[in-house]
């Protein structure tokens, strides 16, 4: 018994200073700048339940896989980002059930859909698509400051910056943003403009940024050299595109992500498999 409590004895102030120097560290302290600002449209009491239940649950279930995993107990911050991410997207009026069961299938899908070395899909990616279906969620990306004055959009855009910044895939997130506003601009030059138009205004140039800031950039899920990162957001992209025009579904840019999650999950293994046959 002392072992265990040994084991999950609070964090050294130098370990957890270190912790917030690093990139999910960082993620972290940015959701939980965002979370409250954002939380003054809807109202904390609103927003509150939903959030929580989201961040304990993926917490409870992937603290025990990590120390079955690890053999020692360790804070699952990387559950904590997924959960958070779901509450963030889903809509704040559903109920705290269905954010928990969402962040549920976010962290038991890394273990489920995964390399050799990491899991394939954006946890909070995936679990959003899947709850789309499996429990027809509304998505109203209410963390991304939609219902705020235009002046909190600098907020996000801050925050977003710093952490794309930190994690080295600036490229990744401007090649989506550039590929995305492209295909949807020459499609209101040729078609319809008012079909395409609320893709320039709230709630849905909101979601762009906070997925591209947020998500795109996932460091497991996304490659780490320019190049790569590049074709990554213009696969994004451009997946995201179809959905919409062909399909129209809630989901379009989540659905870009998981597919070039995909393609670059493909793109290691090719890389492993040239390494090994050398």
Same mark, same amino acid.
């Given at each position: 018994?002392?072992?265990?409590?040994?084991?999950?004895?609070?964090?050294?102030?130098?370990?957890?200073?270190?912790?917030?120097?690093?990139?999910?560290?960082?993620?972290?302290?940015?959701?939980?700048?965002?979370?409250?600002?954002?939380?003054?449209?809807?109202?904390?009491?609103?927003?509150?339940?939903?959030?929580?239940?989201?961040?304990?649950?993926?917490?409870?279930?992937?603290?025990?896989?990590?120390?079955?995993?690890?053999?020692?107990?360790?804070?699952?911050?990387?559950?904590?980002?997924?959960?958070?991410?779901?509450?963030?997207?889903?809509?704040?009026?559903?109920?705290?059930?269905?954010?928990?069961?969402?962040?549920?299938?976010?962290?038991?899908?890394?273990?489920?859909?995964?390399?050799?070395?990491?899991?394939?899909?954006?946890?909070?990616?995936?679990?959003?698509?899947?709850?789309?279906?499996?429990?027809?969620?509304?998505?109203?990306?209410?963390?991304?400051?939609?219902?705020?004055?235009?002046? !909190?959009?600098?907020?996000?855009?801050?925050?977003?910056?710093?952490?794309?910044?930190?994690?080295?895939?600036?490229?990744?997130?401007?090649?989506?943003?550039?590929?995305?506003?492209?295909?949807?601009?020459?499609?209101?030059?040729?078609?319809?403009?008012?079909?395409?138009?609320?893709?320039?205004?709230?709630?849905?140039?909101?979601? !762009?940024?906070?997925?591209?800031?947020?998500?795109?950039?996932?460091?497991?899920?996304?490659?780490?050299?320019?190049?790569?990162?590049?074709?990554?957001?213009?696969?994004?992209?451009?997946?995201?595109?179809?959905?919409?025009?062909?399909?129209?579904?809630?989901?379009?840019?989540?659905?870009?992500?998981?597919?070039?999650?995909?393609?670059?999950?493909?793109?290691?293994?090719?890389?492993?498999?040239?390494?090994?046959?050398?």
């Amino acid at each position: 018994m002392s072992e265990v409590v040994a084991t999950m004895s609070p964090m050294p102030f130098t370990s957890l200073t270190k912790f917030f120097k690093t990139p999910k560290g960082l993620l972290v302290i940015a959701l939980a700048l965002l979370i409250p600002l954002a939380a003054t449209a809807s109202g904390f009491a609103v927003v509150a339940p939903g959030v929580a239940a989201a961040a304990v649950a993926a917490m409870l279930i992937d603290a025990p896989i990590l120390r079955y995993r690890d053999k020692a107990w360790s804070f699952p911050s990387g559950a904590l980002l997924t959960g958070l991410l779901v509450a963030m997207v889903l809509s704040p009026f559903g109920s705290w059930k269905i954010a928990a069961m969402t962040a549920a299938i976010g962290v038991l899908s890394k273990y489920v859909a995964r390399g050799r070395s990491a899991n394939v899909f954006n946890p909070a990616a995936l679990a959003l698509v899947i709850s789309y279906f499996a429990f027809d969620t509304g998505q109203s990306w209410w963390g991304a400051l939609p219902e705020l004055p235009i002046v !909190a959009l600098a907020a996000l855009f801050i925050t977003g910056v710093f952490i794309t910044d930190r994690v080295n895939k600036m490229p990744a997130v401007l090649a989506f943003l550039g590929v995305h506003f492209l295909l949807f601009t020459l499609t209101a030059f040729v078609g319809d403009p008012a079909r395409v138009a609320e893709l320039y205004r709230e709630p849905d140039l909101h979601a !762009a940024l906070f997925f591209a800031f947020f998500m795109v950039t996932d460091p497991p899920t996304s490659p780490p050299k320019a190049r790569d990162q590049i074709v990554f957001g213009v696969i994004t992209a451009v997946v995201s595109y179809l959905v919409f025009e062909l399909v129209g579904a809630v989901y379009f840019l989540l659905a870009g992500l998981l597919v070039a999650n995909g393609w670059e999950a493909w793109r290691r293994h090719r890389v492993r498999a040239r390494r090994t046959a050398k």
